[in-house]
């Protein structure tokens, strides 16, 4: 059944290959921009400041990595707001609710579908990027990081669930959303080392999978064992089941409270 | 064993999202609704717009919870066994968004068939005689967003069959719909009854459809079953008093809501200005009927006596007609 959602998710989306190509597009452009930046502000493709600070100094590799991370993290929240939020805008997601098939479960593979071709646009610009700017990107890498990748996202598709419940309790809550979407690009380290944030940031970023995906990952690329991010390897792992209980403990709820007011539309 | 059974039903729906730790104000939309539906009937749920149909029809496929009262579809609680009725029941929504427009009718009725859990074996055959029971099977690989609105709506039926119901809702299934379209659906409803041996409750305001389709009808006013019987026996409440037929000019409806009368308009037709009004009066009001019209600024075309329809059941019942 979730297989059924992800086949109906793709075939909308890849029906239209422009909107698959200004996604790409779209993706490469705020890649360059903040690269560009960041070498501008940094004065060079290369900083010793954030090698000292991170491990790896050479800023367009440590951007990329964050990058492409934060944006197949934030999918499964995309999903829950934006993609339930369609269904109730179409008037399908009562269609959906009236099945058999249990809500939380059409709702994990709306954004399992969402999850999985973002990863697979992202997975395009990875490779530009990493043409553009000469990164050598080996396969062992990419191997030896897909725990880490995959444990980081389990979280986020659990924390999730927080967003499916408030959609379909308050319907728009996009904006918010958003904020949060965008102020975990701010306190996960995506474009610039924590270490230049106050301490209370940088404790408060633990909570996010992504700081620690993105430093276990720069690790591995820059040659590390996993053995020098344990530390952060023990934040997944504790993080992945929370997340999954808290969001589920809300979705719950906010279903119960649903069932209520009704699922209703726009 | 009833296929439908509804005891008590009360719905509120709170002004507000009941937030824990905030007072909100809750609004009434179902008081008292009680009524059963055999094995194999066509049942009705005929009221005005607001009256609490869809609101009933919401709690019984269990995608409402219901403030008080119980109910059973196919001896399953609405409250306890959602899942079980689920499997076993369907809906034609209100409205034509109920299916995915970006997807063809054959995709749309494979994912519906995928969520029902409809075997594997039997999905290809059951998509096909479904999409050649609407015809649409020659439109199989379309978009729906390419459809006409009467094509949506044959295939909202086709995607509501797809786990074969034992009982299916049909909230106002007709609504919007050109005339050939809602000929089809209501020939294609009664064929289901007929000779699929479905128990349907469907929701309307459109008297002659309840009348033409159904086999008992509940009038419904103000979240509460003001009556119910067949159309023949809900005729008779009006029996034996006159039924007359007016038609006028610059009749002002907000007038017609004061009158002394048990009186409604029934239509208009804006490019005239001519609306025409049913109501029940005994011989002798009939002149002061109509000196109270012409009183209210009205110009009155015609008065015709008339055979009672399930209008006429629901002015005398509330006083009102179900456009009002």
């Known amino acids: 059944m979730i297989g059924a959602v992800i086949e109906k998710e793709f075939r909308m989306f890849f029906r239209y ?15 360059l921009q903040f690269v560009y930046f960041g070498q501008a502000v940094l004065g060079g493709r290369y900083s010793t400041l954030l090698e000292a600070s991170t491990g790896m100094g050479d800023y367009p590799t440590y951007a990329l990595i964050g990058y492409v991370l934060w944006w197949v993290s934030v999918s499964p929240m995309e999903a829950y707001v ?56 080996t396969g062992s890498f990419i191997l030896k990081s897909l725990p ?35 102020a975990m690009l701010f306190f996960a380290g995506v ?3 924590l270490s230049v944030m106050p301490p209370w940031i940088r404790s408060l970023s633990n909570l996010f999978p992504l700081t620690h995906s993105a430093a276990i990952v720069r690790n591995l690329f820059a040659g590390g064992t996993y053995l020098q991010v344990a530390d952060h390897i023990l934040w997944l792992l504790v993080l992945v089941p929370l997340y999954w209980t808290v969001g589920y403990l809300i979705f719950r709820w906010a279903e119960r409270t649903t069932r209520v007011i009704g699922y209703g539309g726009y | 064993m009833w296929a439908i059974e509804a005891e008590g039903l009360k719905k509120s729906y709170p002004k507000r999202i009941p937030l824990p730790f905030r007072r909100v104000e809750w609004v009434e939309a179902l008081k008292d609704v009680s009524f059963r539906v055999k ?30 009262g119980t109910a059973r579809v196919l001896g399953f609680d609405i409250r306890e066994d959602a899942r079980e009725i689920r499997k076993r029941i369907n809906l034609v929504a209100e409205g034509e968004r109920t299916l995915y427009w970006r997807l063809s009718a054959y995709e749309n009725l494979k994912y ?5 859990y409809v075997p594997r074996e039997e999905e290809r055959k059951r998509i096909e005689t479904l999409l050649k029971l609407v015809g649409l099977w020659g439109r199989r690989n379309d978009l729906v967003m390419n459809f006409s609105r009467g094509m949506k709506q044959r295939l909202a039926i086709a995607k509501a069959l797809i786990n074969d119901p034992e009982v299916l809702f049909l909230d106002e299934p007709t609504l919007g719909l050109d005339v050939q379209s809602a000929v089809f659906v209501r020939e294609f409803v009664r064929k289901l009854v007929e000779e699929e041996r479905k128990t349907i409750l469907l929701t309307t305001h459109y008297m002659a459809e309840a009348e033409e389709l159904c086999d ?20 008779r409440l009006v029996r034996g008093e006159e039924t007359v037929e007016i038609r006028a000019r610059d009749i002002r409806p907000e007038k017609i809501l004061e009158a002394p009368f048990r009186m409604a308009i029934v239509g208009d037709d804006p490019s005239t200005g001519i609306a025409k009004i049913r109501a029940q009066v005994d011989e002798e009001d009939l ?3 109509v000196e109270w019209l012409v009183k209210a600024g009205a110009k009155v075309l015609s008065v015709e006596r008339k055979e009672p329809t399930l209008e006429d059941v629901f002015i005398k019942l509330t006083g009102r007609g179900l456009r009002d």
């Open chain 1, 17 to 31: 290959p422009l909107r698959v190509i200004s996604s790409i597009l779209v993706g490469i452009v705020f890649l």
């Open chain 1, 82 to 137: 934006w993609g339930v939020r369609r269904e109730l805008q179409r008037g399908t997601f009562e269609t959906n609710v009236l099945s058999p098939s249990r809500l939380i479960s059409l709702l994990f593979g709306l954004a399992l579908s969402w999850l999985l071709m973002d990863s697979l646009l992202m997975g395009i610009v990875f490779a530009v990027g990493g043409l553009i700017f000469d990164i050598p990107i």
């Open chain 1, 148 to 182: 880490v990748i995959v444990a980081s996202l389990a979280a986020f598709l659990g924390f999730g669930f927080i967003f499916a419940g408030l959609v379909m309790l308050l319907k728009n809550i996009g904006p918010f959303a958003q904020i949060f979407e965008f």
């Open chain 1, 191 to 193: 474009f610039f080392p």
């Open chain 2, 39 to 68: 094995r194999g009937e066509l049942f009705g749920l005929l009221g005005p717009n607001g009256a609490g149909k869809t609101t009933t029809i919401k709690i019984l496929t269990t995608l409402l919870e219901p403030s008080g």
């Open chain 2, 112 to 116: 519906f068939a995928r969520i029902y």
């Open chain 2, 216 to 235: 008992r009808i509940a009038i419904i006013d103000h979240g509460k079953i003001i009556a119910l019987d067949t159309p023949e026996g809900l005729k």
């Open chain 2, 287 to 289: 002149p002061k009927l």
